[in-house]
Protein backbone atom coordinates (compact mmCIF):
# COMPACT_ATOMS: atom_id res chain seq x y z
CA UNK A 1 0.00 0.00 0.00
CA UNK A 2 1.43 3.60 -0.57
CA UNK A 3 1.98 5.93 2.41
CA UNK A 4 2.72 9.04 2.34
CA UNK A 5 4.84 11.78 4.90
CA UNK A 6 2.88 14.21 7.27
CA UNK A 7 4.59 17.48 5.72
CA UNK A 8 5.10 19.96 8.91
CA UNK A 9 2.96 18.07 11.43
CA UNK A 10 4.51 20.02 14.26
CA UNK A 11 1.99 22.65 12.91
CA UNK A 12 -0.92 21.47 12.70
CA UNK A 13 -3.31 22.24 15.63
CA UNK A 14 -4.41 18.28 16.24
CA UNK A 15 -1.02 16.72 16.31
CA UNK A 16 0.72 19.42 18.94
CA UNK A 17 -0.32 17.00 21.84
CA UNK A 18 2.76 14.97 20.46
CA UNK A 19 5.20 17.76 21.28
CA UNK A 20 3.83 16.59 25.00
CA UNK A 21 6.44 13.94 25.08
CA UNK A 22 10.18 14.77 25.92
CA UNK A 23 10.88 12.70 22.64
CA UNK A 24 8.89 13.29 20.47
CA UNK A 25 8.79 11.70 16.84
CA UNK A 26 11.04 13.62 14.18
CA UNK A 27 8.86 12.40 11.56
CA UNK A 28 5.92 10.85 10.97
CA UNK A 29 4.34 8.58 8.21
CA UNK A 30 0.67 7.69 6.62
CA UNK A 31 -1.02 4.66 5.34
CA UNK A 32 -4.51 6.27 4.13
CA UNK A 33 -6.26 9.44 3.67
CA UNK A 34 -4.55 12.56 5.67
CA UNK A 35 -7.60 13.83 7.72
CA UNK A 36 -6.44 16.17 10.56
CA UNK A 37 -9.47 16.08 12.31
CA UNK A 38 -9.24 11.99 13.00
CA UNK A 39 -7.21 13.47 16.09
CA UNK A 40 -9.62 15.60 17.94
CA UNK A 41 -11.14 13.38 19.65
CA UNK A 42 -8.96 9.93 20.36
CA UNK A 43 -9.75 7.16 23.13
CA UNK A 44 -6.57 4.51 23.25
CA UNK A 45 -7.86 0.64 23.76
CA UNK A 46 -4.74 -1.54 24.36
CA UNK A 47 -4.25 -5.03 26.26
CA UNK A 48 -2.99 -8.36 26.34
CA UNK A 49 -1.36 -10.38 23.41
CA UNK A 50 -2.66 -13.33 24.87
CA UNK A 51 -6.28 -11.88 24.93
CA UNK A 52 -8.85 -14.37 26.94
CA UNK A 53 -13.00 -14.32 25.43
CA UNK A 54 -13.51 -12.04 28.44
CA UNK A 55 -11.30 -9.03 26.97
CA UNK A 56 -12.68 -10.13 23.98
CA UNK A 57 -16.35 -9.56 25.12
CA UNK A 58 -14.86 -6.18 27.08
CA UNK A 59 -13.81 -4.63 24.02
CA UNK A 60 -17.29 -5.50 22.37
CA UNK A 61 -18.53 -3.57 24.86
CA UNK A 62 -16.13 -0.33 25.39
CA UNK A 63 -15.93 0.57 21.59
CA UNK A 64 -19.50 0.79 20.28
CA UNK A 65 -20.00 3.45 22.93
CA UNK A 66 -16.99 5.28 22.04
CA UNK A 67 -17.75 5.44 18.58
CA UNK A 68 -21.53 6.73 19.51
CA UNK A 69 -19.09 9.34 21.20
CA UNK A 70 -17.67 10.34 18.46
CA UNK A 71 -14.23 8.94 19.91
CA UNK A 72 -11.65 7.91 16.90
CA UNK A 73 -9.76 4.50 18.60
CA UNK A 74 -6.21 4.26 18.64
CA UNK A 75 -4.01 1.16 19.39
CA UNK A 76 -1.25 -0.85 18.16
CA UNK A 77 -2.30 -3.01 15.69
CA UNK A 78 -0.45 -5.69 17.66
CA UNK A 79 -2.33 -9.21 17.75
CA UNK A 80 -4.24 -9.78 20.57
CA UNK A 81 -6.49 -6.99 22.16
CA UNK A 82 -5.44 -4.15 20.12
CA UNK A 83 -6.22 -5.83 16.91
CA UNK A 84 -9.18 -6.53 18.11
CA UNK A 85 -10.10 -3.08 18.91
CA UNK A 86 -9.16 -2.27 15.54
CA UNK A 87 -11.66 -4.74 13.95
CA UNK A 88 -14.60 -4.29 16.11
CA UNK A 89 -14.10 -0.77 15.19
CA UNK A 90 -13.78 -1.35 11.30
CA UNK A 91 -17.01 -3.35 12.06
CA UNK A 92 -19.00 -0.68 13.82
CA UNK A 93 -17.84 2.20 12.07
CA UNK A 94 -15.98 3.90 13.66
CA UNK A 95 -12.38 5.69 12.63
CA UNK A 96 -9.30 4.15 14.22
CA UNK A 97 -5.60 4.81 13.79
CA UNK A 98 -3.24 2.27 13.75
CA UNK A 99 -0.14 3.49 15.46
CA UNK A 100 2.93 0.87 14.24
CA UNK A 101 5.77 -0.44 16.04
CA UNK A 102 7.71 -0.84 12.82
CA UNK A 103 8.20 1.25 9.55
CA UNK A 104 5.69 2.49 7.34
CA UNK A 105 6.61 0.37 4.52
CA UNK A 106 6.95 -2.98 6.14
CA UNK A 107 5.21 -5.44 4.11
CA UNK A 108 1.85 -6.90 5.94
CA UNK A 109 1.08 -10.33 5.72
CA UNK A 110 -2.19 -12.52 6.22
CA UNK A 111 -4.94 -11.26 7.81
CA UNK A 112 -2.71 -8.11 9.02
CA UNK A 113 -2.91 -7.13 4.93
CA UNK A 114 -7.19 -7.32 5.40
CA UNK A 115 -7.08 -5.25 8.42
CA UNK A 116 -4.96 -2.79 7.53
CA UNK A 117 -7.46 -2.27 3.96
CA UNK A 118 -10.35 -2.68 6.33
CA UNK A 119 -8.71 0.63 8.48
CA UNK A 120 -7.96 2.68 5.31
CA UNK A 121 -11.12 1.87 3.55
CA UNK A 122 -13.48 3.00 6.78
CA UNK A 123 -11.63 6.39 6.96
CA UNK A 124 -8.74 5.27 9.21
CA UNK A 125 -5.02 5.20 8.91
CA UNK A 126 -1.71 3.64 9.93
CA UNK A 127 0.94 5.57 11.12
CA UNK A 128 4.38 5.45 12.27
CA UNK A 129 7.45 7.59 12.92
CA UNK A 130 9.84 5.47 10.54
CA UNK A 131 9.78 4.92 6.91
CA UNK A 132 11.73 1.43 7.06
CA UNK A 133 12.76 0.08 10.70
CA UNK A 134 11.92 -3.84 11.34
CA UNK A 135 10.35 -4.63 14.39
CA UNK A 136 12.62 -5.07 17.81
CA UNK A 137 12.67 -4.76 21.81
CA UNK A 138 12.63 -0.75 21.56
CA UNK A 139 10.05 -0.07 18.78
CA UNK A 140 7.26 -1.07 20.78
CA UNK A 141 7.51 0.73 23.63
CA UNK A 142 8.43 3.88 21.51
CA UNK A 143 5.19 3.39 19.64
CA UNK A 144 3.62 3.09 23.21
CA UNK A 145 4.42 6.54 23.70
CA UNK A 146 2.64 7.61 20.52
CA UNK A 147 -0.79 5.96 21.27
CA UNK A 148 -1.06 7.65 24.58
CA UNK A 149 0.11 10.87 23.66
CA UNK A 150 -2.35 11.31 20.69
CA UNK A 151 -5.19 9.90 23.25
CA UNK A 152 -7.15 11.62 25.77
CA UNK A 153 -8.00 8.60 27.46
CA UNK A 154 -6.25 5.20 27.62
CA UNK A 155 -8.30 2.21 28.22
CA UNK A 156 -6.42 -1.05 29.76
CA UNK A 157 -8.50 -3.64 29.08
CA UNK A 158 -6.50 -6.81 29.84
CA UNK A 159 -2.59 -7.02 31.15
CA UNK A 160 -0.57 -8.99 32.94
CA UNK A 161 1.76 -7.96 35.12
CA UNK A 162 4.64 -7.62 33.30
CA UNK A 163 2.69 -6.77 30.05
CA UNK A 164 3.61 -4.11 27.44
CA UNK A 165 0.36 -2.19 27.85
CA UNK A 166 1.54 -0.76 31.46
CA UNK A 167 4.10 0.88 29.50
CA UNK A 168 1.74 3.14 28.06
CA UNK A 169 0.13 3.10 31.56
CA UNK A 170 2.86 4.72 32.75
CA UNK A 171 3.26 6.96 30.05
CA UNK A 172 -0.25 8.24 30.25
CA UNK A 173 0.00 9.05 33.74
CA UNK A 174 2.83 11.05 33.02
CA UNK A 175 1.47 12.48 29.93
CA UNK A 176 -1.45 13.82 32.36
CA UNK A 177 -3.72 11.79 30.45
CA UNK A 178 -6.88 9.67 31.95
CA UNK A 179 -6.29 6.31 32.68
CA UNK A 180 -9.18 3.80 32.82
CA UNK A 181 -8.62 -0.73 33.72
CA UNK A 182 -11.31 -2.71 32.41
CA UNK A 183 -11.30 -4.94 36.28
CA UNK A 184 -11.30 -8.72 35.76
CA UNK A 185 -11.39 -12.18 37.35
CA UNK A 186 -8.68 -12.34 40.47
CA UNK A 187 -7.81 -15.72 38.71
CA UNK A 188 -6.76 -14.19 35.93
CA UNK A 189 -3.09 -13.82 35.20
CA UNK A 190 -4.02 -11.44 32.24
CA UNK A 191 -6.62 -9.26 34.50
CA UNK A 192 -3.45 -9.27 37.21
CA UNK A 193 -1.90 -5.90 35.80
CA UNK A 194 -5.65 -3.83 35.18
CA UNK A 195 -6.60 -4.87 38.59
CA UNK A 196 -3.18 -3.86 40.32
CA UNK A 197 -3.61 -0.26 38.46
CA UNK A 198 -7.20 0.20 40.02
CA UNK A 199 -5.74 -1.13 43.55
CA UNK A 200 -3.07 1.30 43.50
CA UNK A 201 -5.48 4.18 42.71
CA UNK A 202 -3.31 4.83 39.10
CA UNK A 203 -6.30 4.13 37.08
CA UNK A 204 -9.92 4.65 37.22
CA UNK A 205 -12.29 1.67 37.05
CA UNK A 206 -13.95 0.91 33.75
CA UNK A 207 -17.58 -0.85 34.29
CA UNK A 208 -19.42 0.68 31.37
CA UNK A 209 -22.31 2.77 30.83
CA UNK A 210 -24.85 -0.17 29.86
CA UNK A 211 -27.77 -0.06 31.66
CA UNK A 212 -30.45 -2.90 31.55
CA UNK A 213 -33.51 -2.63 29.94
CA UNK A 214 -36.67 -3.09 31.95
CA UNK A 215 -37.66 -6.54 30.41
CA UNK A 216 -34.35 -8.14 31.44
CA UNK A 217 -34.90 -10.22 33.72
CA UNK A 218 -33.19 -13.11 35.53
CA UNK A 219 -36.32 -15.34 36.34
CA UNK A 220 -35.46 -17.44 33.02
CA UNK A 221 -32.90 -19.81 34.28
CA UNK A 222 -31.01 -19.60 30.92
CA UNK A 223 -31.08 -15.65 31.82
CA UNK A 224 -29.60 -16.79 34.98
CA UNK A 225 -26.76 -18.58 33.56
CA UNK A 226 -25.91 -16.47 30.40
CA UNK A 227 -25.40 -13.22 33.78
CA UNK A 228 -22.53 -15.68 34.79
CA UNK A 229 -21.07 -16.64 31.27
CA UNK A 230 -21.22 -17.04 28.16
CA UNK A 231 -22.60 -20.66 26.74
CA UNK A 232 -24.01 -22.23 23.89
CA UNK A 233 -27.14 -23.60 22.94
CA UNK A 234 -25.59 -27.75 24.13
CA UNK A 235 -23.98 -26.15 27.04
CA UNK A 236 -26.79 -24.38 28.25
CA UNK A 237 -28.86 -27.57 27.63
CA UNK A 238 -26.23 -29.51 29.61
CA UNK A 239 -26.40 -27.16 32.25
CA UNK A 240 -30.40 -26.71 32.61
CA UNK A 241 -30.75 -31.19 32.13
CA UNK A 242 -33.06 -29.71 29.16
CA UNK A 243 -33.45 -31.03 25.85
CA UNK A 244 -31.46 -29.17 23.09
CA UNK A 245 -34.63 -28.42 21.26
CA UNK A 246 -36.02 -26.74 24.11
CA UNK A 247 -33.40 -24.12 24.74
CA UNK A 248 -33.51 -23.59 21.22
CA UNK A 249 -36.50 -22.66 21.06
CA UNK A 250 -36.34 -20.31 24.28
CA UNK A 251 -33.37 -18.71 22.86
CA UNK A 252 -35.25 -18.12 19.66
CA UNK A 253 -37.37 -15.72 21.92
CA UNK A 254 -34.89 -14.27 23.63
CA UNK A 255 -32.92 -13.31 20.51
CA UNK A 256 -36.53 -12.11 19.18
CA UNK A 257 -36.75 -9.94 22.48
CA UNK A 258 -33.06 -8.60 21.96
CA UNK A 259 -32.27 -9.90 25.83
CA UNK A 260 -29.49 -12.00 24.24
CA UNK A 261 -27.41 -12.28 21.46
CA UNK A 262 -25.83 -15.09 19.05
CA UNK A 263 -21.27 -14.68 18.43
CA UNK A 264 -19.59 -17.48 17.13
CA UNK A 265 -22.24 -20.29 18.54
CA UNK A 266 -22.51 -18.39 21.71
CA UNK A 267 -25.07 -17.01 23.42
CA UNK A 268 -24.64 -13.92 25.61
CA UNK A 269 -26.59 -11.16 27.65
CA UNK A 270 -27.51 -7.99 25.37
CA UNK A 271 -26.00 -4.71 26.50
CA UNK A 272 -28.03 -2.01 25.91
CA UNK A 273 -26.60 1.58 26.60
Excluded at 231 to 242: E, K, S, Y
Excluded at 246 to 264: C, H, P, R
Amino acid sequence: MDYQEIKKWREIAQLNKLLDLSTPPKTLFLQGKWNPKIFENCTAIVGSRKMTSYGQRAVEKIIPQLIQAGKTIVSGFMYGVDQYAHQVCVESGGLTIAVLGWGIDTKLSGEDVKLAKGIIETGGILLSEWQSQQPTHWTFPARNRIVAALSQDIIIVEAAEKSGSLITARLANKLKRTLWAVPGPITSRTSSGTNNLIAAGLAKMWLGTATQTPYLTTDDPIMEILLNEALTADGLARNLQLPVSEIGAKLSILLLSGQVIEKDGKYYIADVS
